[in-house]
């Protein structure tokens, strides 16, 4: 048998409710983002759905991994190398030039935060909204994961975390319309901010005016001003510039550096969390290079006195 | 007394997480104007099936997960959702008794509905407004109606979920 009454509250009553709730939930989480941990808990339900998506990716990558020719392993083992190799030789210099562009700060009197505290986390291959620019990674919570915290790929800045649950959490990339990160022109130190798009390949920069110093091809960095990027990312190329006369500032279009919409593995950052580990590695060496540069600017600094 | 009539719930949470995947399985840059509010469309199916068990609180806590998983503000399809699953409910007598692609046409207002309403919220948060091909999905929902009302059924009828 069947009812044909259903029981209990009515469904507008019920409809009501929901929608009241609804209202209240959306009003809390657009405006105060009092429900990071309501989310963090609820995000633990859809987690499972998140691996089913997965899993055909995961499968398909163990196969590749595991059925790979021996021959293809090592060339790409040799390939991998020579490309560490090259790197590390890049990385001696910069090393060197680390500490002493330290120094020299040091003199000057203004702090300088490098070496940031860096972890590799992975995307999750699940489509979200599409009309909103962000992704989902592997890491969350129990990684240390915090809102708020910067995203890198190989190439530049990503974006930057807005929820964290245990084990994912969601980024917004530097092209989605409600991001905004502050940048300056690496070639000349010109600051100003660059505005998402929504397109995925375009970045704005609405705040130059017409009779500024920036030009096509110019590399925009993280400036650090917002506190939120660490300084001297790449962000982004300028391709465009439109100056017309008749409006106060330029129309500067700029495209990001990053892989946004082809990078699988992406890096969030720690700014000024110093890894001790990597620095570390050649202590001896360093140091040494740190107490010839040391000598130098003291020198310098001596003589300037002197000679006041 | 309820308790021993009721039958099959597992069925139903099965074709709404099997919906929940289908909505964030990693498509191409075509997915956003072919892929179908398949929670929608699942949720529809089942207010017209089962009213009784299937109704305005369903729908506001599968929109919820469908809010956590596309990363849309909590709240958003929870609410476009459970309005469908109402205004379902209020019809549901009348439209069981339409043919197949008569339902159709008024799916696809459903399916509508239900973007309309997840529009106003994005626009009300200050967001752009999307391009044409923003209502598209809602279309391929409709035409996708009479195979999936015809599975379901069946899996309905298989498993005895009543």
Redesign the interface.
């Given at each position: 048998?069947?009812?044909i009454f259903?029981?209990g509250p009515s469904?507008?009553a019920?409809?009501i409710v929901?929608?009241s709730?609804?209202?209240?939930?959306?009003t809390?989480?657009?405006r105060q983002n009092h429900?990071e941990s309501?989310?963090a808990g609820?995000?633990l339900?859809?987690y499972p759905?998140?691996m089913?998506?997965e899993l055909p990716?995961t499968v398909s990558g163990w196969f590749r991994e595991s059925l790979a020719s021996r021959r293809q392993l090592q060339e790409e083992n040799a390939g991998l190398r020579t490309q560490l190799l090259m790197l590390k030789a890049q990385r001696q210099k910069l090393e060197a030039l680390e500490i002493e562009n330290i120094r020299l700060r040091e003199l000057l009197d203004s702090s300088f935060e490098v070496g940031e505290k860096i972890l590799v986390a992975e995307l999750l291959?699940?489509?979200?909204?599409?009309?909103?620019h962000?992704i989902?990674i592997n890491k969350g919570d129990l990684d240390r994961i915090y809102p708020g915290q910067p995203l890198l790929d190989a190439d530049g800045v990503m974006g930057q975390v807005v929820?964290v649950g245990p084990y994912t959490s969601?980024a917004v990339l530097i092209t989605d319309?409600?991001h905004a990160i502050p940048v300056q022109v690496n070639r000349n130190g010109l600051r100003t901010i660059a505005l998402g798009s929504?397109t995925i390949n375009r970045l704005e920069l609405p705040y130059l005016p017409n009779n500024s110093d920036i030009r096509a091809g110019d590399l925009l960095i993280t400036s650090g001003l917002g506190g939120r990027f660490p300084q001297g990312y790449p962000v982004a190329r300028v391709t465009a510039i439109q100056q017309d006369p008749g409006k106060t500032f330029a129309q500067v279009v700029a495209t990001p550096m990053a892989k946004l919409d082809r990078s699988r593995e992406v890096l969030l950052v720690w700014p000024g969390d110093f890894d001790i580990t990597v620095p570390a590695a050649t202590p001896t060496a360093n140091q040494q290079a740190g107490a010839d540069i040391q000598i130098v600017p003291e020198d310098a600094a001596g003589t300037d006195e002197a000679s006041e | 007394m309820i308790t021993g009539r009721r039958h099959g719930s597992g069925i139903i949470i099965f074709t709404f997480l099997a919906a929940l995947t289908l909505t964030v399985v990693p498509l191409p840059e075509w997915g956003r104007i072919v892929r179908p509010d398949w929670v929608g469309l699942v949720l529809i199916y089942w207010c017209l099936a089962l009213p009784d068990r299937v109704g305005v609180t369903t729908g506001w806590f599968t929109g919820l997960l469908v809010d956590l998983l596309t990363g849309t503000l909590l709240g958003q399809h929870a609410m476009a959702l459970a309005v469908v699953a109402w205004v379902t409910l209020k019809f549901h007598q009348r439209i069981r008794l339409f043919p197949v692609w008569q339902q159709a046409l008024i799916i696809l207002v459903l399916l509508v509905l239900h973007q309309l309403l997840s529009l106003w919220v994005t626009r009300f948060i200050g967001r752009p407004g999307p391009a044409w091909y923003y209502w598209t999905p809602s279309l391929f929902g409709a035409l996708l109606w009479p195979p999936i009302y015809m599975i379901l059924r069946s899996m309905r009828r298989g498993f005895s979920v009543n």
């Amino acid at each position: 048998m069947k009812l044909i009454f259903a029981q209990g509250p009515s469904i507008t009553a019920r409809l009501i409710v929901c929608m009241s709730l609804s209202i209240a939930l959306m009003t809390m989480d657009h405006r105060q983002n009092h429900l990071e941990s309501l989310r963090a808990g609820l995000s633990l339900l859809v987690y499972p759905i998140q691996m089913a998506v997965e899993l055909p990716d995961t499968v398909s990558g163990w196969f590749r991994e595991s059925l790979a020719s021996r021959r293809q392993l090592q060339e790409e083992n040799a390939g991998l190398r020579t490309q560490l190799l090259m790197l590390k030789a890049q990385r001696q210099k910069l090393e060197a030039l680390e500490i002493e562009n330290i120094r020299l700060r040091e003199l000057l009197d203004s702090s300088f935060e490098v070496g940031e505290k860096i972890l590799v986390a992975e995307l999750l291959s699940v489509n979200l909204d599409p009309y909103k620019h962000q992704i989902v990674i592997n890491k969350g919570d129990l990684d240390r994961i915090y809102p708020g915290q910067p995203l890198l790929d190989a190439d530049g800045v990503m974006g930057q975390v807005v929820h964290v649950g245990p084990y994912t959490s969601t980024a917004v990339l530097i092209t989605d319309t409600s991001h905004a990160i502050p940048v300056q022109v690496n070639r000349n130190g010109l600051r100003t901010i660059a505005l998402g798009s929504g397109t995925i390949n375009r970045l704005e920069l609405p705040y130059l005016p017409n009779n500024s110093d920036i030009r096509a091809g110019d590399l925009l960095i993280t400036s650090g001003l917002g506190g939120r990027f660490p300084q001297g990312y790449p962000v982004a190329r300028v391709t465009a510039i439109q100056q017309d006369p008749g409006k106060t500032f330029a129309q500067v279009v700029a495209t990001p550096m990053a892989k946004l919409d082809r990078s699988r593995e992406v890096l969030l950052v720690w700014p000024g969390d110093f890894d001790i580990t990597v620095p570390a590695a050649t202590p001896t060496a360093n140091q040494q290079a740190g107490a010839d540069i040391q000598i130098v600017p003291e020198d310098a600094a001596g003589t300037d006195e002197a000679s006041e | 007394m309820i308790t021993g009539r009721r039958h099959g719930s597992g069925i139903i949470i099965f074709t709404f997480l099997a919906a929940l995947t289908l909505t964030v399985v990693p498509l191409p840059e075509w997915g956003r104007i072919v892929r179908p509010d398949w929670v929608g469309l699942v949720l529809i199916y089942w207010c017209l099936a089962l009213p009784d068990r299937v109704g305005v609180t369903t729908g506001w806590f599968t929109g919820l997960l469908v809010d956590l998983l596309t990363g849309t503000l909590l709240g958003q399809h929870a609410m476009a959702l459970a309005v469908v699953a109402w205004v379902t409910l209020k019809f549901h007598q009348r439209i069981r008794l339409f043919p197949v692609w008569q339902q159709a046409l008024i799916i696809l207002v459903l399916l509508v509905l239900h973007q309309l309403l997840s529009l106003w919220v994005t626009r009300f948060i200050g967001r752009p407004g999307p391009a044409w091909y923003y209502w598209t999905p809602s279309l391929f929902g409709a035409l996708l109606w009479p195979p999936i009302y015809m599975i379901l059924r069946s899996m309905r009828r298989g498993f005895s979920v009543n």
